[in-house]
């Protein structure tokens, strides 16, 4: 296997919104100029919405401003309704995500609807973005496993995915959210999934909770998956929240894809000097056993 | 896939004889038994080496008697030399394991000896270990990488395989020392190695140093690999020794393959408890996801 990888680095988002402490402006900002130091050419910076549920990703808008988003068509922030998209598109967004996931269980949990009517909320928003300009990501979360409704079948993820790509989204990331699955039963969404949409447009996204981050990611890519979500350092996940952990981490992500013959553009010390970061000044711990490692040896 | 797959649990010795502090005899008999009761039927209880050297091992004959592995055909011991062989014998072993490495650098630095010269070494004593019913085990180290001499040939450990397999070995276990190959170093040892041993009588032994560990073992197992090694909790590394890491969790290996369809007749919570044991009786701290997740659900 030879080509390219892109890593769509995460850790700014989805790595921070459940942290358990107030993190400093100025703390979020330094963490996306580490990133794009060490090569990073697409992460997400952060997401438009409810500061009382999410008050981490509350000055999303000042950190675009600071780390130039206007001018980085790489840069995505996650919104959650048109209102949301105000707030992005007035910050000059070049990318949005928006999110749904495959059990209607899970939806009505984390977004408050089923997720027929999510896609139908999603669907003007989707489209006023994409009359802006602005490229759109759809996540789809639970692609195997919902913690209220149990496994997810393969053809109920196809079935959002269509959705979202006939609304308009231009590339549908695969949220393995419990990071249970085993590299089987990624195959078969992606084979599944890949029916609908082409391979180019789908990116993994993992969770590292039982430990299969690593086999899965390198099951997507061996099956064609040519982007990948990951987060420096394992970050992600709430001390507080029972069962929860980080996304995979772009240390780990990054030495597998090197060592399997892929470019990714980016550089390991690069990422581990912003998973320092994340250490000395966030208090995260890190999980990735790249980063652990490196620091030993 | 479907199928059995057959763990081998190092826990006992590989993952105790670097142990920082000491050990009471009664706690690795404990260990042992909580593995067997965890359905765990391939084990290797302890090494018959020099006291001297590696201390933990010291008392592997009493362990074996307390544990019954006189009656035991899955009960396998380390040996290092003749010596070690008289003891195992009189111990009443039925499986014995000796090893050697594909890097002449590292078989130098730990065994004393050129890989051709521990070859020669070991020939008598494998000889006369089969003349006396017992299974043989061949250990292969170092089979991608020599923290010594950089990256090794697949060929060169096809060659050693061989070796052992002339002058007796029932089984070749391939050894990833350091933890630093990806999936595609791993399949190009297999691959070779399968040119000379029939797939069911090869071994695959990974560290999770670089986080690989379960993606490598995913690879050999899909490549028709059917035995592999793992210990309870990720047990293993020393604390002072840099950059060492542990074998790979048997907790993730058992729960990513029974994801994947295999049979192995473990019982994860078996495993659990034995991780628990060693965590809160031998201050061990477990690497394992797996145990994380489970612990916290």
């Known amino acids: 296997m030879t080509g390219a990888v892109t890593i769509v680095e995460v850790g700014p988002r989805d790595g921070l919104q459940a942290h358990p402490h107030p993190i400093e402006t100025a703390a979020r900002i330094k963490l996306v100029s580490l990133l794009r130091k060490a090569g990073v050419r697409?992460?997400?910076?952060g997401a438009f919405v409810s500061p009382a549920r999410v008050p981490r990703m509350a000055d999303t808008g000042a950190v675009m401003e600071a780390v130039g988003?206007?001018?980085?068509?790489?840069?995505?922030?996650?919104?959650?309704?048109?209102?949301?998209?105000?707030?992005?598109?007035?910050?000059?967004?070049?990318?949005?995500?928006?999110?749904?996931?495959?059990?209607?269980?899970?939806?009505?949990?984390n977004i408050g609807s089923t997720v027929a009517a999510s896609l139908d909320?999603?669907?003007?928003?989707?489209?006023?973005?994409?009359?802006?300009?602005?490229?759109?990501?759809?996540?789809?979360?639970t692609i195997t496993d919902c913690p209220y409704a149990g496994p997810v079948e393969p053809d109920a993820v196809k079935n959002v995915?269509?959705?979202?790509?006939?609304?308009?989204?231009?590339?549908?990331?695969?949220?393995?959210?419990?990071?249970?699955?085993?590299?089987?039963?990624?195959?078969?969404?992606?084979?599944?999934?890949?029916?609908?949409?082409?391979?180019?447009?789908?990116?993994?996204?993992f969770h590292d909770?039982?430990?299969?981050?690593?086999?899965?990611?390198?099951?997507?890519?061996?099956?064609?998956?040519?982007?990948?979500?990951?987060?420096?350092?394992?970050l992600g996940g709430c001390p507080f929240a029972p069962g929860a952990?980080?996304?995979?981490?772009t240390e780990d992500v990054v030495?597998?894809?090197?060592?399997?013959?892929?470019?990714?553009?980016?550089?390991?010390?690069?990422?581990?000097?912003?998973?320092r970061f994340c250490r000395d000044e966030l208090g995260v711990v890190p999980t990735s056993r790249v980063f652990a490692a490196m620091a030993k040896a």
């Open 121 to 141: 909320r999603f669907a003007p928003i989707v489209s006023r973005a994409r009359s802006a300009g602005v490229f759109v990501r759809g996540y789809i979360s």
């Open 161 to 205: 995915a269509r959705a979202l790509d006939a609304m308009g989204c231009a590339e549908i990331a695969l949220g393995e959210t419990l990071g249970r699955a085993t590299p089987n039963r990624i195959a078969a969404v992606v084979d599944a999934v890949a029916t609908a949409i082409p391979l180019d447009r789908i990116a993994a996204h």
């Open 255 to 275: 030495y597998m894809l090197h060592g399997l013959g892929f470019e990714t553009g980016i550089d390991l010390d690069g990422i581990r000097a912003a998973t």
């Open 42 to 45: 697409r992460l997400e910076v």
């Open 245 to 249: 952990a980080g996304n995979v981490a």
């Open 69 to 109: 988003s206007r001018e980085e068509p790489g840069d995505m922030v996650l919104i959650a309704n048109e209102r949301g998209l105000d707030q992005a598109l007035e910050h000059g967004a070049r990318a949005i995500a928006v999110f749904t996931a495959a059990s209607d269980a899970f939806a009505e949990r």
């Open 209 to 234: 909770t039982y430990g299969m981050g690593l086999a899965n990611v390198r099951e997507a890519v061996r099956l064609g998956v040519r982007t990948v979500d990951a987060a420096a350092g394992g």
